[in-house]
């Protein structure tokens, strides 16, 4: 029964990370640290990420902006690894109750910028990239950090999708090759991490179809609701 609930959460994680480009995690960490304690939740939802994210990366990859996307990853991904190796030295908390607290700013923010056509450049995913690996490092994920972030820049939806998909599978890889070096990723972690990821790989796909049914209006609502979300869960874990 455990692994069948598992099955079930890993397929609605990745739907939700197929339509809205992130929350998988937010989905998927209660139910890891449940079943398999937090020192070991941490790598396996790592390694599920790098499956999930390629799914969406197969999804939309004919809508992909690689310009984009290697600008960011030219300082996210070394970023993700300085992260990765801070890891451990920073207080629990703190950066869970930082994270919340801007999520729930952005949203307002997002929607006063829209108003006034503000776009990010190739330029600007490049300085914000390194900030941005390096919490990815930190913490279990920022996506909802990188939805803003791509947005900006003038992405939306299958572009939106594949483009921060792509960027987040290059982190992901560096913040597991982390692990892998200094011995937090055992074998029987990686198939554990292989077996969540085929379930957010599966879901990526069910949610292209649910993204091509959803209007712009409807989709950029959804961005919000996933910010609001993501900031007060975030803010409830770190001070409970």
């Known amino acids: 029964m ?3 609930l598992l099955l079930v959460a890993g397929l609605f994680a990745g739907t939700l990370g197929g339509v809205v480009g992130t929350g998988s995690s937010l989905v998927m960490m209660p139910i890891l640290v449940v079943m398999f ?4 939740a941490v790598p396996i939802m790592a390694v599920a990420a790098i499956m999930g994210n390629l799914g969406r990366v197969l999804a939309w990859r004919r809508d992909i902006d690689w310009r984009a996307c290697g600008a960011y990853c030219a300082t996210a991904v070394p970023g993700a690894v300085i992260g990765a190796r801070l890891l451990l030295a920073i207080p629990p908390g703190v950066a869970e109750t930082a994270l919340g607290a801007f999520f729930l ?3 307002p923010a997002r929607r006063w910028l829209a108003k006034r056509e503000f776009r990010l450049t190739a330029t600007h995913l490049l300085l914000l990239g390194a900030p941005l690996g390096i919490l990815t490092g930190i913490v279990v994920s920022t996506g909802p950090l990188t939805v803003p972030l791509f947005t900006f820049y003038g992405l939306e939806r299958g572009a939106f999708l594949g483009t921060e998909a ?4 290059g982190m992901y890889l560096a913040k597991v090759a982390t692990f892998q070096a200094f011995g937090a990723l055992p074998l029987q972690v990686l ?3 292989m077996g969540v990821g ?3 790989m599966a879901g990526s796909f069910v ?3 649910v993204v091509l049914k959803l209007s712009s209006a409807a989709y950029r609502s959804l961005i919000d609701g996933l910010m609001a979300f993501s900031g007060v869960s975030l803010l409830w874990a770190a001070l409970r």
């Not at 304690?37 to 070991?40: A, H, I, K, L, T």
């Not at 792509?166 to 599978?169: I, R, W």
């Open 191 to 193: 198939a554990q991490g």
């Open 2 to 4: 455990d692994y069948l």
């Open 105 to 107: 700013s952005l949203i």
């Open 37 to 40: 304690g937090p020192r070991q």
């Open 166 to 169: 792509a960027s987040s599978f």
């Open 198 to 200: 085929a379930t957010l």
């Open 207 to 209: 949610g292209r179809f």
